[in-house]
């Protein structure tokens, strides 16, 4: 979705490394979400943020850590990459004041820790 | 606890044939229902979903879902694949009386359809 955009969509990186993750919206929604993909096993929330002072740990939040710079901006960092965060990377959107709202997803980020 | 399983991993059809991709839940209130889409290297569409209502849902690209609250169940439907649905396709739910904002994917099952 071109109103979800994610950068890198590739990265290669080491064990160790600091690296961070953006995402940027331009739908207008309040809430932004940060998951992984791992194969078999669908999706897993990392983290979310329904407006950019309300920020929350999803089910698999240890070792990552998010900004939210602005309504429209929400990023994900690594601050010491391990190689078991080799995975798809997802940001998505969706809008506030009530849950029956779908999400809008990224394209994704790749990310290979070595 | 929520969760969503999808019991099969690929589901393969042939071009016109019907399709059928299941899904079962597990929540402990009221379910909002979802299915998305990801085609390769692309992210998740949101095809449809059932909030109240109607118990057949019809969403993009020909596909509709059933929810069936007896079966604790919600497949997706389509009268007649087309190749261009390949694709992975996750079910999701919120428990909307307990859960709230959470939503929990399946772990998505693939489908190839054979021209």
């Known amino acids: 979705d071109a109103d979800v955009t994610q950068t890198p969509r590739n990265r290669i990186t080491k064990t160790g490394k600091r690296i961070m993750l953006e995402c940027s919206q331009t739908?207008?929604?309040?809430?932004m979400y940060w998951y992984r993909q791992d194969p078999g096993l669908g999706l897993r929330l990392i983290y979310y943020?329904?407006?950019?002072?309300?920020?929350n740990k999803g089910e698999i939040s240890d070792g990552y850590s998010v900004s939210r710079q602005a309504q429209a901006k929400f990023s994900l960092s690594l601050e010491s990459a391990i190689p078991n965060q080799t995975a798809l990377y997802f940001c998505?959107?969706?809008?506030?004041?009530?849950?029956?709202?779908?999400?809008?997803f990224g394209p994704g980020t790749r990310l290979t820790v070595t | 606890a929520q969760s969503v399983a999808q019991p099969e991993d690929q589901v393969n059809v042939a071009e016109g044939n019907p399709l059928t991709v299941k899904c079962t839940y597990s929540?402990?209130?009221?379910?909002?229902l979802f299915w998305y889409v990801q085609y390769p290297n692309r992210g998740l569409q949101f095809l449809l979903k059932?909030?109240?209502?109607?118990?057949l849902v019809k969403g993009s690209y020909g596909f509709e879902a059933e929810f069936n609250k007896s079966q604790t169940s919600f497949h997706l439907k389509k009268p007649s694949a087309l190749v261009s649905d390949s694709a992975l396709y996750f079910c999701?739910?919120?428990?909307?009386?307990?859960?709230?904002?959470?939503?929990?994917f399946g772990a998505g099952t693939r489908l190839f359809v054979k021209a």
């Open positions: 999701a739910v919120r428990d909307v009386d307990t859960g709230g904002f959470k939503t929990i």
């Open positions: 739908k207008g929604h309040d809430r």
């Open positions: 943020s329904f407006d950019v002072k309300d920020i």
């Open positions: 998505a959107t969706s809008e506030g004041g009530s849950y029956s709202y779908e999400q809008y």
């Open positions: 059932y909030i109240t209502g109607d118990n």
């Open positions: 929540v402990s209130g009221n379910p909002y």
